[in-house]
């Protein structure tokens, strides 16, 4: 009878979804509301303008608000996430997050600063999500083996573009019965659900948590480091006790080239966020509706980007190596963005320049979890600051394009704007030559 309900426990374990991808897709939900409470005032940022009395160059200054938060946080954020544990920190993210887009409905547009205000209520929201991208590396590195991390990121960032895709419909529609109020309302709520939801069904570490089969538990303690550690290294009672090398961090060459190729990643996909709605409603000439579903393109892209990107980068891994299987792609893919980006902004037609650029989208998107896989590849325990520093980079380069956008435009032209993206893009690619996740920050290195 023992042996009977022993083989019945295995079968059960062996045939079911494990617990790490059913808490990485639930990451992937919580990256999608991040999105959706970042990129729902480019949708309503027609409204606020003519509300508020702002032209697109000040209101580029909110939108580089939330994300001069969001970049000066990273690092704090990875400090928290390796702390306190990811479980905690994405849940009192998740009620920040929910009370600050709350707050963005609130501010009056007659009182006197009312925009400086609007700025103020952004950044901390930024300050807030800056606790996201920290926490799920943090996680992924300790709930993953390093041959299935790829996937894992890219589950994650595909919230990025479902969330994203999903916010132009859904606050266009909402703006347009209820007013864009209403729509911040909307996102408030679904963001503290989220997170609650994320408190209660995850731990940190798949030994904390009830509901890991010893299968799965073995699979990943036997499988999570790039080189075999000491005991001590990896045991729970050590874990994020150790003094942090703050040198060894700044100083290492693949720390380095991962945050200037994040930086022109960035601030091409701000392009994306912040801008391509107003593009296609004032320079292409769309209504509001149309802009809504046009803008949609490069989100459905982003999401099947982040998906393949994944695995193909864990398909590669597996059969030439890490090194080509976290590099490879990521270089190629950057320096395909750039030539998609010149195509469609000089396309004469609004429909091909849509798509084009929304292929240029998914391309970009292709790279994705690689940034955040050999983070984890490199850093372990201190995957959580890596990540952080790694995605400052991108959002200093987000709160450039959110700026430097329009002014570039109002200058020299759209297509001027796409160009300078363009260049920064293919220097991203170039720097993952100089990227080497087989050299962890403190371990030896094994090829």
Not at 64 to 89: E, K, N, T, W
Not at 172 to 183: D, E, K, M, P, V
Not at 353 to 368: H, S
């Amino acid at each position: 009878m023992v042996q009977k309900t022993e083989v019945r426990s295995i079968e059960v374990q062996a045939t079911r979804l494990p617990i790490r991808y059913l808490l990485v897709a639930w990451l992937g939900m919580l990256s999608a509301v991040a999105y959706l409470d970042r990129t729902n005032i480019s949708v309503a940022g027609i409204q606020i303008g003519r509300e508020f009395a702002i032209s697109n160059t000040r209101l580029g200054w909110v939108f580089s608000a939330f994300l001069i938060g969001y970049a000066s946080f990273q690092i704090p954020a990875g400090l928290l996430a390796r702390r306190f544990g990811p479980r905690r920190v994405l849940a009192v993210g998740g009620v920040w997050w929910g009370i600050f887009t709350a707050l963005t409905a609130l501010v009056p547009p007659r009182i006197g600063g009312a925009v400086l205000l609007l700025i103020v209520v952004r950044f901390a929201l930024g300050a807030g999500e800056a606790t996201m991208y920290p926490s799920t590396s943090q996680f992924v590195e300790r709930w993953f083996p390093v041959k299935e991390r790829g996937k894992a990121n890219g589950i994650i960032f595909a919230g990025v573009g479902m969330g994203s895709g999903l916010t132009f419909p859904v606050v266009t529609a909402i703006i347009l019965h209820f007013g864009w109020r209403a729509s911040f309302w909307f996102s408030a709520c679904v963001g503290l659900a989220v997170g609650l939801v994320w408190y209660f069904a995850a731990r940190d570490t798949p030994e904390q948590h009830p509901w890991v089969g010893s299968s799965e538990r073995t699979l990943i303690l036997s499988e999570r480091r790039v080189v075999d550690a000491a005991a001590t290294e990896d045991d729970p009672a050590h874990y994020g006790k150790h003094a942090i090398p703050w040198a060894k961090i700044f100083g290492n060459r693949s720390v380095l080239a991962l945050f200037v190729s994040y930086f022109s990643y960035g601030y091409v996909a701000w392009i994306f966020f912040a801008w391509m709605f107003i593009y296609l409603a004032q320079v292409r000439g769309l209504n509001l509706k149309s802009s809504a579903i046009y803008s949609m393109f490069p989100f459905i892209g982003m999401t099947i980007g982040c998906l393949v990107g994944g695995v193909v980068s864990d398909w590669i891994t597996a059969h030439y190596g890490l090194r080509q299987g976290r590099c490879i792609l990521p270089g190629v893919a950057l320096t395909l963005t750039a030539v998609l980006l010149l195509l469609g902004s000089r396309a004469h037609h609004t429909e091909t320049a849509a798509l084009v650029l929304a292929c240029g989208a998914g391309v970009l998107y292709l790279a994705q979890s690689s940034f955040f896989a050999v983070s984890a590849d490199i850093a372990g325990e201190f995957t959580g600051i890596v990540s952080g520093m790694v995605n400052m980079g991108g959002q200093i380069g987000g709160a450039c394009t959110a700026s430097l956008t329009p002014l570039i435009a109002a200058h020299f032209g759209w297509e001027m704007s796409f160009l300078a993206a363009a260049a920064l893009v293919v220097i991203g690619g170039l720097a993952w030559s100089v990227i080497d996740p087989c050299r962890p920050i403190l371990l030896p290195v094994v090829r």
